[in-house]
């Protein structure tokens, strides 16, 4: 389908919704907002994961007890929800009535109401959409004189779902170079107009810095730790397929587990496996970084992970499928090992041990790349510069003319 359709298709269905979009507007004239905002944030979810710790980062550098956050869909914990509430921001968690199948009429009468309260504020806000679907869909109903940005984390499903509101947004902000490229390429297969080009700014995720590293134990095992989640695009049984033959070949290495995967791991291979559990404590999930040698990433797909700029940042080696930006940063034999596929699961797992292995018997080799990684993650992954863009793009996004 080219460009032009999906602008048709968005065109036909807005004109089917405009009466629920009527009745909200109705609704948010009976009962307005209790204040003014100067931000407006849409984010799916609270719950664990890179894209909302990015997400809350993101609200702590621009938010503020005058912005407002809406969460549309229902979270699977709340364990990133203290994060969001740092920035001081009013937080709505609507998805009871825009994320339930059996009212979703309802869904409909709240891309009215909420851009009725966008479009009533007295002084015009900045709209952030952090791909979040509700976002694009309220993003038609609101008046083009107020500015619209949007974030994108990777090239999936959003990078479709976003096409038919491109029109609507001053700026797009991408994570990944490579993954610009693919929208890129993407654009010129449908046909979209050459100015969208134009609207993509890079900004590379930033983290806190730890003040100290501590010095990686040179004896003993090298601790391997996967972060995150047990999607299935994240292939944490990989990991876990790595470690038992690891084990079977009597490499002394160990492997740790922060986040709640157990249940996306075979029962099998467990007992080859150290499981930590969810940490939400910023000096506990520090720690564990801290005694890691090696951070692996398996994932068939990704933009560029927060745990990789984490890991760096302790004086982690890196090993990863070569997805999304790790190859821009992780450079062969140099500050980590990148397989050579991203599809042949029987590669990746046996290139796991070849380079384990390699560390194994060089153990120098790995406290080495950790030593360059700690500088990388300083001149790259600085979360004052990540602020400092964001809040430059919201200024003169704000000052622009109508």
Not at 181 to 196: C, E, I, M, S, T
Not at 204 to 214: A, K, Q
Not at 219 to 239: A, F, M, P, Q, W
Request: glycine share 6%; hydrophobic share 40%; charged share 20%.
């Amino acid at each position: 389908m080219k460009y032009r359709h999906y602008i048709l298709k968005r065109k036909i269905e807005n004109a089917l919704l405009f009466k629920f979009i009527l009745l909200g507007r109705f609704l948010a004239k009976l009962k307005p907002l209790k204040k003014e905002y100067d931000n407006f944030f849409f984010f799916p979810f609270y719950h664990t994961g890179g894209a909302e710790k990015v997400h809350a980062l993101i609200s702590q550098a621009t938010g503020n007890a005058h912005c407002i956050i809406y969460f549309t869909r229902k979270s699977a914990d709340r364990n990133f929800y203290n994060d969001f509430e740092k920035s001081g921001c009013t937080i709505k968690d609507i998805s009871a009535y825009t994320d339930n199948k059996w009212i979703y009429f309802v869904n409909f009468i709240y891309r009215g109401l909420i851009s009725g309260y966008i479009n009533s504020q007295r002084k015009k806000p900045i709209v952030f959409n952090g791909q979040c679907n509700f976002g694009y869909k309220v993003s038609p109903w609101i008046n083009s004189a107020i500015p619209q940005v949007e974030l994108s984390h990777s090239f999936n499903t959003f990078s479709w779902i976003r096409l038919p509101f491109l029109p609507f947004y001053r700026q797009t902000i991408m994570i990944s170079q490579q993954r610009i490229k693919d929208h890129l390429a993407q654009y010129d297969r449908l046909g979209v107009p050459a100015h969208f080009r134009n609207k993509i700014q890079y900004i590379v995720n930033g983290v806190p810095l730890p003040m100290h590293v501590t010095a990686k134990e040179e004896n003993g095992n090298i601790k391997v730790l996967y972060v995150g989640r047990g999607t299935e695009e994240k292939r944490v049984h990989l990991v876990a397929q790595i470690a038992r033959q690891a084990a079977d070949k009597k490499l002394p290495v160990s492997f740790l587990f922060m986040g709640d995967v157990a249940e996306a791991i075979p029962i099998d291979l467990h007992r080859y496996c150290t499981f930590l559990g969810h940490k939400s404590d910023a000096a506990e999930i520090d720690a564990v970084y801290q005694q890691a040698h090696v951070v692996i990433i398996t994932s068939s797909t990704e933009g560029f992970p927060l745990v990789i700029e984490e890991g760096m940042a302790r004086g982690c080696g890196v090993l990863a499928s070569p997805v999304g930006d790790i190859p821009y940063h992780v450079k062969q034999a140099i500050n980590g090992f990148l397989f050579s596929v991203s599809t042949d699961e029987h590669i990746i797992v046996n290139e796991g041990i070849t380079y384990l292995s390699a560390w194994c018997s060089n153990r120098k080799l790995l406290l080495d790349m950790g030593l360059r990684n700690i500088e990388y993650a300083k001149a790259n992954f600085s979360l004052a510069a990540f602020n400092r863009q964001y809040n430059q793009l919201f200024n003169q996004l704000r000052n622009q003319p109508d």
